[in-house]
C-alpha cells in the first residue's frame, strides 16, 4: 500500500492549511533565529558537499590511476595445475560473461635481456597484441615504435622506457633473451612504453608464441587478465570464474590497499561531517525549544481553540522541517558552487599521495547531493521531535495562564 | 436530560495537589440552559476559573460529570475533546491572547481554518465576524497595534467564529477601564440576544453580575447562591 493511500485511509493527510500557515508564520516572526538556524545547516552542509566532491574526485582520479591500468580479474590455473591449457576457449567463456569487456591470455615468466655488455633480468609477458589491448590499454603508453609491431613481427618485444635506457637500446635494436631452462632466442625491439610505474623497468612484452617458444610450452598460459565495464562488480565476476575451477582474483583481493585508502579516507570524511551536521542541528533544535517556550500561551490558546496535540506536534515538526530541507538545499547549492570553484583550480597534493595521484577533480554527483539534502532533513525532522513533543505535551490552562 | 439544558454538571468536584490537597470544586451541581446569559461571581480563589476551565474542556475533574449538548465530555476522547472546543465552545480571557504573529482578520479566521473551512470563506466569515464586533476598519492590523479594548474584540469576535452554542468569558473586562467594559458588556450581551448563544461570564465586578439574567455564586469550590434577575 502506497504512502499517500495509507494516509488516506486514515483520512488525514499529511499537515493542513492552518498548520502549515502557523509554522511558517512562527519562522517568519522570528526571522533572525530562522535565517541564523538555515545558514548553520547550510554551511554545514556546503561543507560535506565540496568534501564529499573531493572524495568522489580522488577516488575516480585514484581509480585512473591504479584500477583502469591493472588487470580487474586475474584467472590463474586450476590448484593442481601448473598452466592453462585451454586458454583460448577459456578466454572466449569469460568474454561471455555478462559485464565482461575483455580477456587477455598471457604467459610470463623470467628472461634476461642482455645488449652489448649490459643484461637484466626482466618479466617477459607474452601476450596477444588485440585481446591485451582490451584488457589493459598498453598501446596508449607506447612513446616509440608501434604495439601493433608486436603482431606482425615474429620475435619482437616492447620494452619499458626505464628499461630501455638501463639497457641502452632504441627501437629496431636486437637484443639477447637467455634464461635457465629456457630456449634462447634474439628478439628485436619494436616499440617503448612509459607507464609512469615501477613495471616501466621490469615488465616486457611479447608475442604469446615467442613466450611459448621461449618457455618451451607451446599451446599454454599462465594467467588471463580480465577487464569488466564497471570495476567495483569485479568480484562477482570473479567468483563465478572461480566457480569453474579456476583460481580467479579480483584487483580488491589483488591490491586490497586501494580499497582500504578509499575507506579509511571516506570513513573518517563521515564521521566529523556527520558531527558538524549533527551540531548544526542541535542548534536547530535549541532554536525550535526556544520557540516553544516563547509560544507556551499561545500553545495553550491554539489548544482552547481546538488544535488537537497531533496538530501542535505537526506544526512543530513542519517548522524543523522546513529549516531542516531550506538549509541543506541551500547547503548542497553552495556546496556545488564551491565545489566548481574548487575545481576550476588544480590541487597540488604532492607526489607522496598513493598511486601518483597528484592533483583531482572536484566531482559533483546528483546522487550524492540529493543523498546529503535527505539525510540532512530526515536527522532535522527526527531531531525535530523532541521540542514538538514538548509542545504537544502543554497543559493547556498551564500554558495560557503562563508568563 | 431536557433539551433546553446545553450543560449538565453532576457532582463535580477538583482537587488540587499532590501533597496538600486544594478542593478548587467542591460537589458542585448545576444545569445551564441554551441561550442563558449569566455570570459567576465570588472571591478570588473560590474556584470561578477552575470551574470555567472544566465547561471549556481545558481541565478533566477529579470526580462527577460534566455533559455538554447531550455529550459527557468526561468520557470523551481526545479527538472529541478537541473537536468540541473548536466547534461547540468559545473562549474570552482576561487578556487577549490573540496570536501575535497574525493580524485580526487571520486570528479570527483561525478557528474556521482548524475546523476545516476553506481559507477564502474563512476570511469572508471573520471579516463579518469582525464587522460584527465593530471593527470592520482594521482587519489587517497585528495585536500590537491595536489597543486593549480592540484587541478584546478581535478576542471575541475569534470566539465567535465557529458560531459556537457556548461562549466562556474568564473576567474578560478585567484589563478594560470601565467605560469600555460597559460597551464590551454591551456588545456580548447583543450577540446573545442575536445568535441565542450560552454565555458564561466570570467577574468580580458586581455591576457587570447584575446585568446578566443569572448569577451564581461560587465560595470554597461550592456553590452559594443561584439567582436569577
Ligand atoms: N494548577 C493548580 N494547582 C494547584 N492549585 C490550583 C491550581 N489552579 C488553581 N488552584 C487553586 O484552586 C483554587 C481555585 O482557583 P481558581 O483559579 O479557580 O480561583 P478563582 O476563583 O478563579 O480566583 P481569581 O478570582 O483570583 O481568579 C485556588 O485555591 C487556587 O490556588
Ligand atoms: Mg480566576
Aim: no cysteine; proline share 3%; hydrophobic share 40%.
Amino acid at each position: 500500500m502506497s504512502l499517500a493511500r495509507a494516509l488516506e485511509s486514515r483520512n488525514q493527510v499529511i499537515f493542513s492549511v492552518y498548520e502549515l500557515f502557523i509554522a511558517i508564520r512562527h519562522l517568519r516572526s522570528r526571522r533572525r533565529q530562522t535565517i541564523l538556524s538555515i545558514l548553520g545547516i547550510g554551511l554545514a552542509v556546503m561543507i560535506l558537499m565540496v568534501s564529499q566532491a573531493s572524495m568522489v574526485g580522488f577516488t575516480e582520479e585514484l581509480y585512473k590511476k591504479t584500477v583502469d591500468n591493472m588487470p580487474h580479474v586475474t584467472v590463474e590455473p586450476k590448484s593442481d595445475e601448473d598452466y592453462i591449457y585451454l586458454y583460448r576457449s577459456l578466454a572466449y567463456d569469460i568474454r561471455e560473461i555478462e559485464g565482461v569487456t575483455g580477456a587477455s591470455p598471457v604467459l610470463s615468466g623470467q628472461a634476461t635481456f642482455a645488449y652489448k655488455d649490459t643484461s637484466r633480468n626482466v618479466l617477459m609477458q607474452g601476450i596477444l597484441v588485440k585481446e591485451h589491448n582490451t584488457v589493459l590499454h598498453t598501446e596508449k603508453d607506447i612513446t616509440e615504435g608501434s604495439f601493433r609491431d608486436l603482431e606482425v613481427t615474429h620475435k619482437s618485444v616492447i620494452l619499458g622506457d626505464s628499461l630501455s635506457e638501463k639497457l641502452d637500446v632504441k627501437v629496431g635494436d636486437t637484443l639477447d633473451a637467455t634464461f635457465p631452462e629456457a630456449k634462447p632466442t634474439t628478439l628485436k625491439v619494436v616499440g617503448i612504453y612509459d607507464s609512469g610505474t615501477p613495471q616501466d623497468e621490469t615488465l616486457a612484452y611479447v608475442p604469446l608464441s615467442t613466450a611459448q617458444h621461449f618457455f618451451d610450452n607451446s599451446n599454454v598460459a599462465n594467467s588471463i587478465l580480465v577487464r569488466v565495464e564497471d570495476p567495483d562488480y569485479a568480484q562477482p565476476i570473479a567468483d563465478e570464474i572461480d566457480a569453474v575451477g579456476y583460481q580467479a582474483s579480483s584487483w580488491m583481493e589483488t591490491n586490497p590497499e586501494i580499497l582500504q585508502m578509499i575507506m579509511i579516507e571516506g570513513l573518517s570524511n563521515f564521521i566529523i561531517l556527520g558531527m558538524i551536521i549533527v551540531i548544526a542541528s542541535f542548534s536547530m533544535v535549541s532554536t525550535l525549544f526556544m520557540v516553544v517556550m516563547e509560544k507556551t500561551k499561545e500553545i495553550g490558546m491554539l489548544m482552547a481553540m481546538g488544535v488537537p496535540r497531533r496538530s501542535i506536534l505537526t506544526i512543530f515538526l513542519l517548522e524543523g522541517g522546513i529549516m531542516g530541507l531550506i538549509g541543506p538545499v541551500v547547503g548542497v547549492l553552495a556546496g556545488i558552487v564551491v565545489s566548481l570553484y574548487l575545481g576550476s583550480i588544480t590541487m597540488d597534493i604532492g607526489e607522496e599521495a598513493y598511486g601518483g595521484v597528484s592533483t583531482f577533480p572536484f566531482v559533483v554527483r546528483t546522487k550524492d547531493a540529493v543523498m546529503i539534502v535527505i539525510f540532512t532533513f530526515l536527522l532535522n525532522l527526527v531531531a525535530g521531535i523532541f521540542p514538538a513533543r514538548r509542545a504537544s505535551r502543554l497543559d493547556p490552562v498551564e500554558a495560557i495562564s503562563s508568563e | 436530560m431536557s433539551e433546553k439544558n446545553i450543560i449538565q454538571i453532576t457532582d463535580l468536584t477538583k482537587v488540587y495537589g499532590d501533597g496538600v490537597k486544594i478542593k478548587a470544586l467542591d460537589n458542585v451541581n448545576m444545569t445551564i440552559g441554551r441561550g442563558e446569559f449569566m455570570a459567576i461571581v465570588g472571591p478570588s480563589g473560590s474556584g470561578k476559573s477552575t470551574l470555567l476551565n472544566m465547561i471549556g474542556i481545558l481541565d478533566t475533574p477529579t470526580s462527577g460529570t460534566i455533559t455538554l449538548d447531550g455529550v459527557d465530555i468526561t468520557k470523551a476522547s481526545e479527538k472529541e475533546r478537541s473537536k468540541m472546543r473548536n466547534q461547540k465552545l468559545g473562549f474570552i480571557f482576561q487578556y487577549h491572547h490573540l496570536l501575535p504573529d497574525f493580524n485580526a482578520v487571520e486570528n479570527v479566521m483561525m478557528p474556521l481554518l482548524i475546523n476545516g473551512i476553506k481559507p477564502t470563506n474563512a476570511r469572508a466569515k471573520a471579516h463579518t465576524m469582525l464587522k460584527e464586533v465593530g471593527l470592520g476598519e482594521r482587519i489587517n492590523h497585528k495585536p500590537r497595534q491595536l489597543s486593549g479594548g480592540e484587541n478584546q474584540r478581535v478576542a471575541i469576535a475569534r470566539a465567535l467564529a465557529n458560531s459556537p452554542e457556548i461562549v466562556i468569558g474568564d473576567e474578560l473586562t478585567g484589563n478594560l477601564d470601565s467605560k469600555t467594559s460597559e460597551k464590551i458588556y454591551e456588545l456580548l450581551r447583543k450577540l446573545n440576544r442575536e445568535h441565542n448563544q450560552t454565555f458564561i461570564l466570570v467577574t468580580h465586578d458586581e455591576q457587570m453580575a447584575e446585568k446578566t439574567e443569572r448569577i451564581i455564586g461560587l465560595v470554597d469550590g461550592k456553590i452559594t447562591e443561584d439567582k436569577s434577575t
